[in-house]
């Protein structure tokens, strides 16, 4: 994207929209867990459907707009005034896409009990949880492994980072 390269990752940091990825509402535990009923899985895949259609159209709006702004950028003469009113359209097509996304988890939260929604969430938190601990972990692995490298290997001793430099961590 010429404007954004995590156009995908924006929504995720919204906050408000903390679901899982997928169908988590077919995963038989997730179905245990929430106390889905069989309309609520059927309602859920319908929506899903709906959007998923929605949001082909819409991302293929929002590159057609970024080629458009990238095709203005790129000519020998930069028309200021067009370039301008391009990144105006782009930035109102990611809206659009934005806007689709949130109203999906509006959807959803209407699907689901205001105890499903709250389970779910925390189910959802427990598991960022787990996941953040298992990448810190494995910086971890990964930084013991370099020192443990350059210890071993005198050659490498000394060249690239100065001892230590940028291997402290969370």
């Not at 609520?40 to 991302?59: G, H, V």
């Amino acid at each position: 994207c010429v404007m954004c390269p995590r156009t995908k990752n924006m929504t995720r940091a919204q906050g408000f929209m903390d679901l899982p990825r997928g169908r988590w509402w077919q995963n038989e535990k997730a179905v245990q867990d929430l106390g889905l009923s069989a309309d609520q899985q059927k309602a859920l895949d319908d929506l899903t459907l709906s959007q998923e259609e929605r949001m082909i159209d819409l991302k293929g709006a929002l590159e057609k707009e970024e080629l458009r702004l990238r095709t203005l950028l790129d000519r020998p003469t930069l028309d200021e005034r067009a370039a301008l009113e391009q990144v105006d359209r782009t930035l109102a097509a990611r809206l659009q896409l934005q806007k689709s996304r949130a109203a999906m988890f509006v959807k959803v939260r209407g699907i689901l009990t205001p105890e499903q929604w709250a389970k779910a969430r925390e189910k959802l938190q427990e598991r960022r949880g787990e996941l953040r601990e298992g990448r810190r972990e494995f910086r971890r692995e990964r930084r013991e492994a370099r020192r443990e490298r350059r210890e071993d290997c005198p050659e490498v001793r000394g060249m690239g980072r100065p001892e230590g430099a940028g291997l402290e961590g969370p």
